[in-house]
């Protein structure tokens, strides 16, 4: 279903429906990507992914939506879109951000970056 509106221009299903949380920590945005991933939010088939600071919830099924997430953030039907912060420790994607940017390869990568930035005029 999904391949179809993506790749073959079909209209998309009323079945779906998409809501947002952006994830925080102390110190600013959580910059992290996850590829597309089969999930199950209160007995509703989501699919799961993440871009920049956002958690994204595909809804792929006609069961209602759970009470997870505000409905003001879920945007089938809506012009406006709305979405609730988070604490990015209380998500996986937040616990995997802080474990892989702690690592000695990435801490180094950013150390790195930041002097690059820091020498340009």
Not at 45 to 70: A, C, E, Q
């Amino acid at each position: 279903m999904l391949a179809d509106v993506a790749l073959r221009n079909t209209s998309i299903p009323s079945s779906v429906d998409v809501a947002m949380l952006r994830i925080v920590e102390l110190d600013g945005d959580v910059y992290f990507y996850r590829t597309p991933m089969p999930d199950r939010k209160e007995g509703a088939n989501v699919v799961r992914f993440t871009v920049g600071s956002f958690i994204f919830f595909l809804k792929i099924d006609r069961r209602r939506n759970g009470s997870t997430l505000p409905a003001e953030c879920w945007l089938r039907g809506r012009t406006i879109g709305a979405f609730v912060t988070g604490d990015a420790e209380l998500t996986e994607e937040g616990r995997m951000h802080r474990q892989l940017s702690s690592s000695a390869p990435s801490r180094r990568f950013f150390t790195e970056m930041r002097a690059r930035k820091a020498r340009r005029p």
